[in-house]
């Protein structure tokens, strides 16, 4: 504590009082969320899913939606191999219903195409990397806000925190 000198002692203290105070409403917003694929696009052939993947981070919980008109379109869960060949696999049935809800239940990367001819290779694939909702999202440290990082480590920060302000409130 004899590191900081007394004038930035303040602000220290401050700037220790907004990370505890976030630490606390932080678990009020990370919920689950739901992606609805491409937004207002949809899933759709000749969209660009790896520019919407970006800066997007999926977490254990969240869930995916493919709106499409029914018949149109559907949608293949595929491994990394099909996708890159944008082959439809050989056993399982695509979903089909316009609006189809993928929760997301494991960690890792996730492969989706249409299987209509020629669909996928006009772009319409999408592939995600699904985070364990109770590790710290690390690429975007600045922003803990889309983080879903789970109510123990919330805790277990927010309690360090409280022990810090009390130490160096003994040298206020
Ligand atoms: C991917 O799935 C296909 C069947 O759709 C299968 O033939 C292939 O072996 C799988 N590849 C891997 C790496 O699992
Ligand atoms: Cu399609």
Redesign the pocket.
């Known amino acids: 504590m004899a590191l900081f000198a007394s004038k930035n002692k303040k602000m220290l203290v401050s700037m220790i009082a907004a990370v505890a105070a976030l630490a606390v409403f932080a678990p009020m917003t990370a919920s689950a969320k739901q992606y609805v694929v491409g937004d207002e696009n949809g899933w759709t052939k000749d969209f660009d899913y790896t520019t919407w993947t970006a800066g997007k981070q999926f977490f254990v919980g969240d869930s995916l939606v493919f709106n499409y008109p029914a018949g149109k379109h559907n949608v293949f869960k595929?491994?990394?191999?099909?996708f890159m060949q944008c082959?439809?696999?050989?056993?399982?049935a695509p979903l089909t219903t316009g609006s189809d809800e993928i929760p997301l239940k494991t960690t890792g990367r996730k492969w989706y195409i249409c299987g209509v001819s020629g669909h996928c290779s006009s772009g319409q694939k999408l592939v995600i990397t699904v985070l364990d909702g109770s590790a710290a999202p690390a690429p975007t440290p600045t922003s803990p806000s889309t983080g879903a990082a789970s109510g123990s480590i919330i805790s277990a920060g927010f309690a360090a925190t409280m022990v810090v302000v009390g130490v160096l409130g003994m040298f206020m």
Do not use: Q, Y
């Open positions: 595929v491994n990394g191999t099909d082959s439809k696999p050989l056993v399982g």
